[in-house]
């Protein structure tokens, strides 16, 4: 169950959400997870080309069997509890536009025996600056700088590693419009991660992102987009890893009732300082069909699959399995109403 409130005021924005989603399983009940949330955010107008913007949150969510730091493990999956706010100002005078913000997060992980997650506990920290000059209404260039903190709150992990790290993200970037058609936006920048253990190096990594969005037709739209961000985790030896993900996704309008969407993506996870590299495989399909003006019906399938670089010996050194592997099909079926009547 979810509900939503959206303003359409002429000037200031407010939006505020809720909901829960709840999994119940056949057999294994041990994968059985509530997950739950509520946010909001807004927008003050204060001038013409100025507001201020910010928003909270809280929810409680799990770890899927599939991510980069499930514990494979685990009696069951990792739950945690998110609290979180951001806090901004965009302003622009002519042709410049200037945006700064903070974010503040704090991050609480639920035990999974046989594994304590107690030490994953964390606050998280970022400011960032962005100064955008549009040159014509096709084409704009901007520059921006990213700061962020991460404190742990356990001043040692269960194995005796210090994880507080500080750094930065710096670039610069391109948005266009080719054509009414084509919409491209590009960045290219740099990363640094400053850790408080000496046996942790600083990571030093080229940053990047891409989103290209074309409309071959009025009826039909391909996305494609490229991305990386560097994360935490509490695997022995390696201070975080770098994600670097890939995807592509179509969606076309057969008639005024039915829509369809495509995509496939792909992500590899290096984890720094140790010799481990996951793969991430997905791919999905999904129809929307408009059955009144206010219902929808939907129908959704997703592959996905982790795919490992280490193998585990399992009281058997001759026989290797590999326990970090993972794959999931998934079908859905959903029904949706919308309340007010656009």
Do not use: C
């Not at 100002?89 to 639920?110: I, N």
């Amino acid at each position: 169950p979810s509900i939503g409130l959206t303003s359409d005021w002429q000037r200031h924005e407010f939006e505020m959400n809720a909901g829960a989603a709840i999994l119940r399983h056949d057999t294994y009940d041990s994968e059985d997870v509530e997950d739950y949330w509520i946010n909001a955010s807004g927008q003050f107008d204060y001038a013409k080309q100025g507001y201020l913007f910010g928003g909270a949150a809280y929810s409680q969510e799990h770890e899927d069997r599939g991510s980069p730091e499930s514990a494979q493990l685990g009696s069951s999956p990792t739950q945690y509890e998110s609290t979180r706010g951001h806090l901004g100002l965009s302003q622009t005078f002519k042709k410049w536009t200037f945006r700064a913000g903070g974010t503040a997060e704090t991050l609480s992980f639920d035990d999974s025996a046989p594994i304590s997650n107690a030490d994953r506990d964390r606050d998280m920290f970022g400011a960032g600056l962005r100064v955008t000059y549009r040159m014509n209404s096709r084409f704009a260039v901007y520059g921006e700088g990213i700061w962020d903190k991460r404190d742990y709150q356990s001043a040692l992990d269960d194995l005796g590693f210090a994880r507080d790290s500080d750094g930065y993200r710096a670039g610069m970037g391109v948005q266009t419009r080719i054509t009414n058609r084509l919409h491209a936006d590009a960045y290219l920048g740099y990363l640094e991660q400053n850790y408080s253990d000496s046996r942790f190096d600083t990571i030093y990594k080229p940053d990047f992102s891409a989103r290209v969005r074309f409309l071959p037709s009025p009826l039909s739209m391909l996305t494609a987009r490229i991305s990386r961000s560097l994360e935490e985790t509490t695997l022995p030896l390696s201070p975080g890893y770098l994600s670097t993900s890939y995807s592509m996704a179509a969606k076309h309008r057969f008639s005024q009732r039915l829509t369809a969407n495509i995509g496939m993506a792909f992500a590899t996870v290096d984890f720094v300082g140790v010799d481990r590299s996951d793969d991430f495989w997905t791919a999905s399909a999904s129809a929307d069909y408009q059955i009144t003006r206010n219902i929808h019906l939907q129908a959704a399938y997703r592959h996905h699959v982790r795919d490992a670089s280490i193998e585990a010996e399992v009281n058997n050194p001759a026989n290797p399995q590999f326990l970090e592997d993972y794959a999931r099909d998934q079908f859905s079926v959903s029904l949706a109403a919308d309340l007010y009547p656009i």
